[in-house]
């Protein structure tokens, strides 16, 4: 089990564009369609599958919603800090 970031923490660590609500860190993505939304939420599937650490997925017609939390500790880890960054790092590659 992973231990949950202090509100500290979570503020230093929260990557860019990323928020946090509650027990969550929340990032919502813009598309110019509909496709490239889906797309985008099929590789965050990928890399959720990958680390075995799976967002909350909201697509919708021109944006797709991200919500990452550790359900199993009852908030925010590193996990979801690092889940963050390596979506990040994929979609801007």
């Not at 490239?36 to 909201?58: D, K, L, S």
């Amino acid at each position: 089990m992973a231990d949950l970031l202090s509100d500290d923490e979570i503020e230093a660590q929260l990557p860019d564009e990323w928020t946090r609500e509650g027990d969550e860190i929340v990032r919502t993505y813009e598309f110019d369609d509909y496709l490239r939304g889906v797309n985008f939420a099929q590789m965050v599937g990928e890399i959720a599958e990958a680390q075995f650490h799976h967002p909350e997925t909201i697509i919708r017609y021109e944006e797709v919603e991200i919500r990452l939390t550790s359900h199993e500790e009852g908030g925010i880890t590193d996990e979801d800090i690092d889940m963050a960054e390596l979506i990040e790092s994929e979609r801007n590659a």
